[in-house]
C-alpha cells in the first residue's frame, strides 16, 4: 500500500531549483518552494510520509557540524514550513554528521578515525534541533554505539517526548550508495588522517549475527523503528528482525538498487511496470512494514492503476 512507504527528498538551500540526479534518474534536488508541489503530488497520490535529505554548501561545513544545529539552517526552516502547510505528514530526518562536516563522515573525526563518544553530544544537539522544527521522527543514519538511548534521553529531557526515533540499527558498509553521495555529495573526502571509508562503524556485508545484536540494543535503548539497509541483498537481516522483535521493520531500497532497476528497464531488458511492484513486494514479504525507496510516487501511481 502506498502509506507504508516513505518518499525520500533532497533539499538545496535557495528557490526555483530542481536538478536532476544523474545516477538517479527521475529523482531531484529540489528548493523547497518547488518541493512543496512534489509533496503535494505525492500526498494525493496517498504517501503520507517522507524522509528529507539536505545538500549542504561547502561553506556552512566545519569539523564539528555546527550548522546541524544553528536556528538559521535551511533544513531545518523548511521541515516547518513543510509541517505547517502538510501537518497530516510523517516528516523523517537525518541525523548524522556527513552532511555537515568537512571530512565527510557520520562522526566526529579525531586521531584517523571516527570518535564514537565524541560524537553522541553532537548528535542530540541535532535532534534537539530537528525535533524543535517540527520532525516527527528521527533517522539517526550514523551507526555510533549508544546513540539512540543518548538521543532518546535528550529529546525526554528537553521536554520531546513524542518525537519518534528510526533507527538505522543494520546499515551495511555497501556498495549501493552511490547515487545517494552523488546528490549530497557527501561521501568521505581524501586527506591523511581521515578514514578513506565507513566499515570502521556502518556493517560488514558478511555479518548477519551483528544485526541481531545491533537490533538489540537499538531495542533496549528505545527505538521505535528499526532499520534495515539496503533492503534487497539483505532480505534475510530484514525476516530475522521482524522475527525476533515487536516494533516496526523498515528497509531502505537504497539509490543504488532503484537506480538498476531503471537502468534495466530503460534498456528495455525488464518492464517497469512489472519488476518495481514485483521488488517492493519482496521486501514486504520479508517482514518490511515500512519502506523506503525513491519508487514510492511510481508506485502509487501503479496502485492506483490497479483499481
Known amino acids: 500500500m502506498p502509506d507504508q512507504l516513505v518518499y525520500p527528498l533532497f533539499l538545496v538551500d535557495g528557490t526555483g531549483i530542481k536538478i536532476e540526479v544523474p545516477s ?6 529540489w528548493s523547497l518552494d ?60 537525518d541525523v548524522a554528521m556527513d552532511p555537515y562536516n568537512v571530512d565527510g563522515h557520520d562522526g566526529l573525526v579525531g586521531e584517523g578515525k571516527v570518535l564514537n563518544d565524541e560524537t553522541l553530544p553532537i548528535l542530540a544537539k541535532m535532534s534537539i534541533a530537528q525535533a524543535k522544527a517540527g520532525f516527527d521522527v528521527l533517522g539517526p543514519s550514523d551507526m555510533m554505539d549508544g546513540r539512540i538511548a543518548y538521543i532518546r534521553q535528550a529529546l525526554d529531557e528537553a521536554g520531546y517526548v513524542d518525537t519518534g526515533i ?11 550508495y552511490g547515487p545517494f553521495r552523488d546528490a549530497l555529495d557527501s561521501a568521505p573526502v581524501e586527506g591523511e588522517d581521515i578514514p578513506k571509508d565507513k566499515k570502521t562503524y556502518q556493517m560488514d556485508p558478511a555479518n548477519k549475527k551483528e544485526a541481531l545484536r545491533e537490533a538489540m540494543l537499538d531495542y533496549e535503548e528505545g527505538a521505535d523503528f528499526m532499520m534495515v539497509k539496503p533492503a534487497l541483498n539483505y532480505l534475510d537481516v530484514i525476516h530475522i528482525l521482524n522475527e525476533n522483535f515487536d516494533i516496526p521493520i523498515a528497509a ?14 530503460k534498456n528495455g531488458w525488464l518492464e517497469f511496470d512489472k519488476a518495481m511492484p514485483e521488488t517492493l513486494l519482496s521486501i514486504h ?9 525513491y519508487f514510492a510516487k511510481d508506485y502509487a501511481k501503479w496502485f492506483r492503476r490497479q483499481f
Open 24 to 29: 538517479l534518474p527521475g529523482n531531484y534536488r
Open 34 to 93: 518547488l518541493l512543496l508541489g512534489e509533496i503535494q503530488e505525492a500526498v494525493d497520490l496517498g504517501i503520507k510520509s517522507f524522509i528529507l535529505f539536505p545538500a549542504i554548501p561547502e561553506e556552512h561545513k566545519d569539523k564539528t557540524a555546527t550548522y546541524s544545529y544553528d536556528e538559521n539552517n535551511f533544513y531545518l526552516k523548511a521541515a516547518t514550513k513543510i509541517k505547517g502547510r502538510f501537518p497530516q505528514v510523517c516528516l523523517i530526518s
Open 166 to 176: 528510526m533507527a538505522y540499527t543494520a546499515k551495511y558498509a555497501s556498495a549501493f
Open 252 to 265: 531502505y531500497h537504497v539509490s543504488g538498487e532503484c537506480a538498476m532497476l531503471a537502468a534495466a528497464c
Open 285 to 293: 514479504r520479508a517482514g518490511a512494514q515500512v519502506i523506503l525507496t
